[in-house]
């Protein structure tokens, strides 16, 4: 499986961004898809997970409320629309897949991972 993060950038806090996670896999379906993220010096965290037909999803805490993961089994694709931007919310982010027993929480369950999109929020 390969995927490909893309969407991030700068924006203001309260503003919103839409990051896409494309995936190369022959059962797209079968495979459970998380978001992390990444910021200088700190631990990689889990930001929102949703399993291979979409009917489930977890949200990290902090962004509970404001960030909404969605999948296209069709087009391979995952997307995170994220609201109410903090600075905070700064970070590499990061989709990874899991084809097996799923611990959406838990980084190093996921075997596959993207290649990151920078997401930077100004105050």
């Known amino acids: 499986v390969q995927l490909q993060a893309s969407g991030g950038g700068l924006v203001q806090a309260g503003g919103s961004l839409r990051l896409s996670c494309a995936a190369s896999?022959?059962?797209?379906?079968?495979?459970?898809v998380g978001w992390f993220r990444q910021a200088p010096g700190k631990e990689r965290e889990f930001v929102a997970g949703?399993?291979?037909?979409?009917?489930?999803?977890f949200y990290g805490n902090s962004v509970l409320d404001r960030f909404t993961i969605t999948r296209d089994n069709d087009k391979n694709m995952v997307d995170l629309l994220m609201n109410g931007l903090k600075p905070e919310d700064t970070a590499v982010y990061y989709c990874?897949?899991?084809?097996?027993?799923?611990?959406?929480?838990?980084?190093?369950?996921?075997?596959?991972w993207g290649q990151g999109t920078q997401v930077t929020v100004s105050s």
């Open positions: 949703i399993s291979g037909d979409g009917g489930t999803t």
């Open positions: 896999a022959r059962t797209f379906s079968n495979i459970a």
């Open positions: 990874a897949a899991e084809a097996g027993m799923w611990s959406p929480q838990n980084h190093r369950q996921y075997d596959y």
